[in-house]
Antibody, heavy 120, light 110 residues
Framework: EVQLVESGGGLVKPGGSLRLSCAAS????????MNWVRQAPGKGLEWVSS????????YYADSVKGRFTISRDNAKNSLYLQMNSLRAEDTAVYYC?????????????WGQGTMVTVSS | QSALTQPASVSGSPGQSITISCTGT?????????VSWYQQHPGKAPKLMIY???NRPSGVSNRFSGSKSGNTASLTISGLQAEDEADYYC??????????FGGGTKLTVL
């Protein structure tokens, strides 16, 4: 079964750091670009970051640029998001999502999400 | 990149058809045929319904269709069913080589 499972969420104080992980299974992880998408409580979806299959291309939303770092380990079938200098407005469910191979910026597989709460 | 514009809510009765619009600019929706649509039920992860404006992934009902005219993309759901009640989000590739989502539309099946 094709699956993405996020972990690493939790409660962190403003200015703190957190590292999210996304474990992939059921498909050839190294062949796909991957993404992080977040959703603040009661709000819409916001794309956060993407990384190409070989990590050659990395992009960030302006709202997280300079604070978040996306990375992947194809040997471990894992995607990561290092989040530093966290702010209250970073509070959200964070989803990892796979790029549909035959399309551009279409995400066909999503994890269940992991909640990040930034609060003092 | 500003979010794409969607109506906050739409509604329809079972069996009817509804259309959700998604308006952007020539730098996103109007400039590329890379518009996607997602369905999200409460507490669940989003599900891809349409990609590249009008293509359906395997397993998605043919009651869902997509189109685009100028800077506005549309999702049409025909033969509305109770299980279609959900939030719907559009997204588009942009001139920044990154995607942008719409604000979301809540579909109510009356």
């Amino acid at each position: 079964e094709v699956q993405l499972v996020e972990s690493g969420g939790g409660l962190v104080k403003p200015g703190g750091s957190l590292r999210l992980s996304c474990a992939a299974s059921g498909f050839t992880f190294s062949s796909y670009s991957m993404n992080w998408v977040r959703q603040a409580p009661g709000k819409g979806l916001e794309w956060v970051s993407s990384i190409s299959s070989s990590s050659s291309y990395i992009y960030y939303a302006d709202s997280v640029k300079g604070r978040f770092t996306i990375s992947r380990d194809n040997a471990k079938n894992s995607l990561y998001l290092q989040m530093n200098s966290l702010r209250a407005e970073d509070t959200a469910v964070y989803y990892c999502a796979r790029d549909l191979a035959v399309a551009t910026d279409a995400f066909d597989i999503w994890g269940q999400g992991t909640m990040v709460t930034v609060s003092s | 990149q500003s979010a794409l514009t969607q109506p906050a809510s739409v509604s329809g009765s079972p069996g009817q058809s509804i259309t959700i619009s998604c308006t952007g600019t020539s730098s996103d929706v109007g400039g590329y045929n890379y518009v996607s649509w997602y369905q999200q039920h409460p507490g669940k992860a989003p599900k891809l319904m349409i990609y590249d404006v009008s293509n359906r992934p395997s397993g998605v009902s043919n009651r869902f269709s997509g189109s685009k005219s100028g800077n506005t993309a549309s999702l049409t759901i025909s033969g509305l069913q109770a299980e279609d009640e959900a939030d719907y989000y559009c997204s588009s590739y942009t001139s920044s080589s990154t995607p942008v989502f719409g604000g979301g539309t809540k579909l109510t099946v009356l």
